[in-house]
């Protein structure tokens, strides 16, 4: 498997060069870079400003591993408003550009919510209306990653949505793409569940894999901590991913930053993820 980390482990602000740069000094193979609403990297980016990125990763010598963005946060696949969804269906297809002009095989999308306990006010959706208008979206837009030839990759995250491996499992199959499958995140679950469980029942239907780990306790937002200093059984994720036959990135995403020395948690999470790959003896 390569090793990768997600561009929101850096300082906010960093240039993505600078991202990509120190990346490579850490020791990753790859980065995942992310779409904003404006910016360097965003809705706004002409096909000019993406191609420089990717020659800015060739010149560096590191691998664009996948694409994210935070935007669905803000603009849901299962808002009650018609025009919100819409403008998350626009946001999907411009990461499908963006990601098939960088050469990425896989982005990351936010399938929507029912509620969101960590953004205040957010709204909330009925279960059962939110399933119906996320799988419209994704039968819709399963059309786009195939003409694209990129990969939809829905992330389990806190969304009181898509509780189970067993529903999303279902719910993948219900869209019926091989362009459409799972982007795992190993940290998510754990509160509710057991991440090896997840991995053996979706097999397959996986395409990218996020590295983070999650202490029960105290639990909540601030559960989550470094990379082996969590409740994450790394060594039985690492068989339930090898027994799936998945050989693809698997990426950090790091939350908390460190308030000081932030850069370090760059070079933290590489030594980390080297011991869980066995690429190298822990003393």
């Keep these: 498997m390569k090793k990768g980390i997600n561009v929101w482990s850096f300082p906010a602000g960093m240039k993505a060069a600078d991202c990509m740069a120190l990346a490579k000094e850490a020791g990753f193979d790859g980065i995942e870079l992310a779409l904003n609403e404006t910016g360097e990297l965003s809705l706004e980016s002409t096909e000019a400003d993406i191609r420089q990125i990717r020659q800015t990763a060739d010149d560096i010598g590191i691998e664009l591993s996948s694409f994210a963005t935070g935007l669905f946060w803000s603009y849901s696949l299962t808002s009650s408003n018609a025009e919100t969804r819409e403008k998350a269906k626009g946001i999907v297809r411009k990461q499908l550009e963006v990601a098939s002009i960088l050469g990425v095989d896989t982005i990351l999308v936010v399938p929507g919510a029912v509620g969101v306990d960590f953004i205040p006010d957010a709204e909330v959706v009925p279960y059962d ?3 119906d208008y996320s799988l419209e979206a994704f039968k819709e837009l ?4 195939e003409a694209r030839k990129v990969n939809i990759g829905i992330e389990n995250v806190w969304n009181k949505f898509l509780l189970s491996p067993l529903e999303m499992k279902g719910f993948i199959d219900a869209v019926g793409s091989d362009y459409v499958g799972s982007y795992f995140d190993v940290g998510n679950v754990l509160y509710s ?3 090896e469980h997840w991995i053996s029942i979706l097999g397959s239907r996986i395409k990218k894999v996020h590295f983070k780990d999650y202490r029960r306790q105290p639990g909540g937002i601030n559960g989550f901590v470094d990379l082996l200093a969590g409740d994450v059984d790394y060594p039985a994720v690492m068989k339930a991913l ?5 050989s693809d990135y698997v990426t950090a995403e790091m939350i908390p930053p460190y308030t000081h020395h932030t850069t370090q948690i760059v070079f933290n999470t590489s030594a980390s993820m080297d011991a869980i790959l066995g690429r190298k003896e822990i003393r």
């Design 129 to 131: 209306q939110a399933y």
């Design 142 to 145: 399963a059309a786009d990653a």
């Design 193 to 195: 569940g057991y991440p």
């Design 242 to 246: 090898e027994a799936a036959g998945y």
